[in-house]
């Protein structure tokens, strides 16, 4: 039976009876029940941390009889050490402002309920983040299999190359294709989130960018030959960056306000229109889902405009390599339309149908 194992450092009695009690209430009621370990000085919490077995973390900040707050000190020991979330669950959370919170990492004072923390640790264990990224979790069994499935084989290649990036690579390139294939060999069905790489990774601009210029969202279509940067020498022998390209091609990624251009004669929601643009079968138009709004956006590949590699501009998040790939081939495809000549083809047509 599924368990979360949570750690939780604190050192006052009557608090930690609390721990006890409702933790076990919860058990009785809920599913998934929940395991604990209950560590009662920053020692017994540093050596617990030394374990990387834990799903979630909670830390009182003061563990002992002075003004020093020891668990912060355990909160940054997790940082460095575990992929789990942390609620810091104290009285003195006020001299801690500096730390920010986000959905895995909470300040939480003593006179909020237990009971719900509990089931917030919850909703982020059925996730399934940490069973992925704990040592022993998803992707560390998946490592072990590419290791002796695949690298085992042909290691030889990678002595002669000696190259640890280039092998990173490779060895993500295998762990790729298996996330891709379900268990019955079939394409795995991507959620609209993995469209976007947010923040984005790269330093430098790249092909597939959102960029924010001037208050709007656009795309960098420039090819990415293009927007590398290379090197040459001047006469002095000093390396000089360049690109081949001078300014960067960008499409405008719009809101999809599909309740006024997806509407029928009768000024009703087409659902066919709506459907045609999710799912890109509009040549001008390359849909995206939900990032910053709630109904998604599209990219017009029909009004373009360039502007200069040192324009003033904000990455806000990159679109992942899969879709981008895809995104390019459309713009490249809606632009190299030629179209043909008619030939009557109506009457041809009509013949056809006539000679049935």
Known sequence: MEEINLLIIEDEKAQIQVYEDVITQ???????????????????????????????????LKLSGTEELEGRKLVEAVYQKLRIPIIIYSGSIGQIDDIKENTLLKKKLRTEQLSTILFEIVSIYNTGITRLLKPSGNIDNQLTHIFWNHLSSDLNIWIEHNNPDTLLRYILSHFQEYLDIDPVGDFQEYHASEVYIKPPIKKNKHTGDIIDYKGDLFLILTPACDMVINYKYDERGSKIPFRKADTM??????????KKICLNRKGELDKGKITEFVKNGNYRYHYLPPYLNENGYVIDFQKLQSIDFEEKIVTVASISSPFIKDIISRFSN??????????????????LISNK
């Open 26 to 60: 919860h058990n009785k009621k809920h599913e998934p029940k929940f395991s604990f370990t209950i560590c009662k000085s920053f020692a017994e919490g540093e050596q617990a941390l030394r374990s990387p077995y834990y799903d979630a973390a909670i830390i009182d």
């Open 249 to 258: 091609l960008l499409a405008p990624v719009i809101e999809f306000d599909y």
């Open 334 to 351: 809606y632009y190299s339309r030629q179209g043909q000549p008619t030939f009557n083809q109506d009457s041809i047509v009509e013949k």
